[in-house]
C-alpha cells in the first residue's frame, strides 16, 4: 500500500491524558498537512510542512497541540492534557510538491476523549 | 462570512437524475477548486479539480467555475445510490507558493432507488 498510513485508526483516552498520532505521507511528498474534522463539519486546516518546516499553523492549534516532522518524513501530531472538544478525527494528507496541488488524505485517526 | 459555503443538505434525487452541489467562496484570488467525496467514516477522496473558467467534464461528473460569481459547481449524471455521500468543496487559499484547502462543511447527497 503506497497511500498516506496513519496510526492508531482509533484511540480511545480520558480527559487529560497526551496522545499521540502518526502520519507517514506517501514516499517523496514533501508537502503534509493536518486537519482536524468534527461531525457534520468539513475538514478544518491545523498545520503544514514542507519536508521538515513547519510552515504555518492555524489559530485553532492550542498550545497543547504540537506536530512535528523531524526528518522530513512521517509526522506526529501530539494533544497534551486531552479535553472532550478535541475528540474529532485527525486527517493527514500529502502532496508531492507546489505544481501538484490536490491533496492526498490518509484514513484518518479518530480521537475520543471521555 | 465562512470562507467557503455549501448547502448541508440533504439533497435526495431519484436513481439516474441530475444531481447538482454548489458552492461558493470568498477569497478572490484563489486559483484552484476541488470536489472531494466522502464516505460515512471514510477520508475524503478527490473527484475532479477545476482551475480556470468554464465546465470540465470527467464520466458522469461535470464541474463548472465562476471566478467572477466565486462560484463552483458540481453535477453528477445519471445518479447512482453508490454516489450517496457527502460531497465536499474546497479551495486553495494558499499564500507564498503553497497549497492550503479550506473546506465547506459539505453536502450529503442522497440517491434513492
Known amino acids: 500500500d503506497t497511500g498516506v498510513s496513519q496510526d492508531p485508526r482509533h484511540k480511545i483516552t480520558k480527559r487529560g491524558q497526551n496522545v499521540t498520532f502518526r502520519c507517514d505521507p506517501i514516499?517523496?511528498?514533501?508537502?503534509l498537512y493536518w486537519y482536524r474534522q468534527t461531525l457534520g463539519q468539513g475538514p478544518e486546516f491545523l498545520t503544514y510542512?514542507?519536508?521538515?518546516?513547519?510552515?504555518?499553523k492555524s489559530r485553532l492549534l492550542s498550545d497543547r497541540f504540537s506536530a512535528e516532522r523531524p526528518k522530513g518524513s512521517f509526522s506526529t501530531l501530539e494533544i497534551q492534557r486531552t479535553e472532550q472538544g478535541d475528540s474529532a478525527m485527525y486527517l493527514c494528507?500529502?502532496?508531492?510538491?507546489?505544481?501538484?496541488?490536490?491533496?492526498?488524505f490518509g484514513e484518518g485517526s479518530r480521537l475520543t476523549v471521555l | 462570512q465562512k470562507e467557503v459555503e455549501q448547502n448541508s443538505g440533504p439533497l435526495s434525487v431519484p436513481e439516474g437524475a441530475i444531481a447538482s452541489l454548489n458552492c461558493t467562496y470568498s477569497?478572490?484570488?484563489?486559483?484552484?477548486f476541488f470536489w472531494y467525496r466522502q464516505y460515512s467514516g471514510k477520508s475524503p477522496e478527490l473527484i475532479m479539480s477545476?482551475?480556470?473558467?468554464g465546465d470540465k467534464e470527467d464520466g458522469r461528473f461535470t464541474a463548472q467555475l465562476n471566478k467572477a460569481s466565486q462560484y463552483v459547481s458540481l453535477l453528477i449524471r445519471d445518479s447512482q445510490p453508490s454516489d450517496s455521500a457527502t460531497y465536499l468543496c474546497?479551495?486553495?487559499?494558499?499564500?507564498?507558493?503553497?497549497?492550503?484547502?479550506?473546506f465547506g462543511a459539505g453536502t450529503r447527497l442522497a440517491v434513492h432507488p
Open positions: 494528507a500529502s502532496s508531492p510538491g507546489q505544481s501538484f496541488r490536490e491533496l492526498f
Open positions: 514516499s517523496e511528498h514533501n508537502r
Open positions: 510542512f514542507q519536508n521538515e518546516a513547519q510552515l504555518e
Open positions: 477569497d478572490r484570488v484563489s486559483q484552484s
Open positions: 477545476i482551475y480556470s473558467n
Open positions: 474546497a479551495v486553495n487559499m494558499g499564500s507564498g507558493g503553497y497549497n492550503k484547502l479550506i
